[in-house]
């Protein structure tokens, strides 16, 4: 059982480690996950844009433009999609935890 903690604690820190040893992280959705967050950080700081407007109806990936936009006012936007993302992988290997303590 010890075993196959450490070896998921090795596999967690590789993970982590990827992430925030590279600048852009090679993901699909990264760059509009970015703009999005920018976008929602410009009206937090009260610069409305023009060509953009806040919907009152939920949209996919609500959470994590309103995440972003308030990470993007502490850190830089490289940096706080890097915490974003480390942030996900710390709930996924809790959350796998969890299941596999349950079973």
């Not at 995440?67 to 959350?95: C, E, H, P, Q, R």
């Amino acid at each position: 059982m010890k075993r196959k903690n450490l070896y998921f604690c090795l596999i967690f820190f590789f993970y982590l480690f990827f992430i925030f040893s590279l600048r852009y992280l090679p993901f699909q959705d990264l760059p509009d996950w970015c703009l999005q967050g920018k976008i929602f950080n410009e009206f937090i700081k009260g610069n409305h844009l023009k060509d953009y407007k806040i919907t009152k109806i939920p949209v996919p990936n609500s959470i994590s433009t309103f995440i972003l936009g308030i990470l993007n006012l502490i850190f830089d936007y490289t940096l706080s999609i890097k915490i974003f993302i480390a942030f996900y992988l710390i709930i996924y290997f809790l959350s796998v935890i969890y299941f596999t303590k349950k079973t």
